[in-house]
C-alpha cells in the first residue's frame, strides 16, 4: 500500500483547505486511515482518523469543529477538509494506514500504530 497525499499550500489564518490522500497501487478500502502532522521541532501528532467504512470517525480536540475527514471508496481517497485555520495547524501532513481489526470503528489513532506512510504535504498557515 501507497499513499500519496496532496492539497498543502499557504493559507491565511481563518481560510480553508482541503488535503487529499490517495492510494497507488493497491486499494486502502479495508484500512483505517489516519491523518497526522508535525511542525518544526515538534513530534508527530494525530489529527483525525477514520475506520474503514467511513463510519467511525476521531479527532485531535485542537481540530474539532474545524477539520472534517471522509472517504470515498469509489475513488479510493480520504480527505481532510480543514477551515478556520490557524497559525498553529501549520506543519507537515501525513496519511497513513493501519490494518485494525474493526470496519466500522477506529481502535487507535496513535501514529505509533501505523503504517505505509506517505511523503506528506505542507501546510502554511500565515498572514
Known amino acids: 500500500l501507497h499513499l500519496v497525499e496532496s492539497g498543502g499550500g499557504l493559507v491565511q489564518p481563518g481560510g480553508s483547505l482541503r488535503l487529499s490522500c490517495d492510494a497507488a497501487k493497491f486499494s486502502m478500502d479495508l484500512f483505517i486511515i489516519g491523518w497526522f502532522r508535525q511542525a518544526p521541532g515538534k513530534e508527530r501528532e494525530e489529527v483525525s482518523c477514520i475506520s474503514a467504512s467511513g463510519g467511525g470517525t476521531t479527532y485531535a480536540d485542537s481540530v474539532k469543529g474545524r477539520f472534517t475527514i471522509r472517504r470515498e471508496h469509489a475513488r479510493d481517497t480520504v480527505y481532510l477538509q480543514m477551515n478556520n485555520l490557524k497559525p498553529e495547524d501549520a506543519g507537515v501532513y501525513y496519511c497513513?494506514?493501519?490494518?485494525?481489526?474493526?470496519?466500522?470503528?477506529?481502535?487507535?489513532?496513535?501514529?505509533?500504530?501505523?503504517?505505509?506512510w506517505g511523503q506528506g504535504t505542507q501546510v502554511f498557515v500565515s498572514s
Open positions: 497513513a494506514a493501519r490494518n485494525g481489526p474493526f470496519y466500522n470503528s477506529v481502535d487507535s489513532c496513535k501514529p505509533a500504530d501505523y503504517d505505509n
